[in-house]
């Protein structure tokens, strides 16, 4: 079993910065992928960032250049530095981790960016 708690939500404004983090535990060892997916309101999921157990990182075309996601294995955490955010940003944010058999998510954070 893994366990993931959110932290870092909040407000911003245009072009300012916020930095997310996910931390987990329980069965650590077994997760393959870990990520930032959002959910605005009358839009659909939508992976934001996403870190593999060998770095192998994908990330939106709308967040290049401007998010960068990083992973800590010795506080298994797993971190979303937002930079230059625009209100379009604004959404719940979840974060996910994937093992080979199952899925997990976070309760969600929410990020609101103002003009």
């Known amino acids: 079993q893994v366990q993931l708690v959110e932290s870092g939500g909040g407000s911003a404004q245009a072009g300012g910065s916020l930095r997310l983090s996910c931390a987990a535990s329980?069965?650590?060892?077994?997760?393959?992928?870990m990520g930032w997916y959002r959910q605005a309101p009358g839009k659909q999921r939508e992976l934001v960032a996403s870190?593999?157990?060998?770095?192998?990182?994908e990330s939106a075309d709308s967040v290049k250049g401007r998010f960068t996601i990083a992973r800590d294995g010795a506080r298994n955490t797993v971190d979303l530095q937002m930079n230059s955010l625009q209100p379009e940003d604004t959404a719940v944010y979840y974060c996910?981790?994937?093992?080979?058999?199952?899925?997990?998510w976070g309760k969600g954070t929410l990020v609101t960016v103002s003009s």
């Open positions: 996910n981790a994937n093992t080979y058999d199952m899925m997990y």
């Open positions: 329980g069965s650590t060892s077994s997760i393959v992928v």
């Open positions: 870190i593999s157990s060998g770095d192998w990182i």
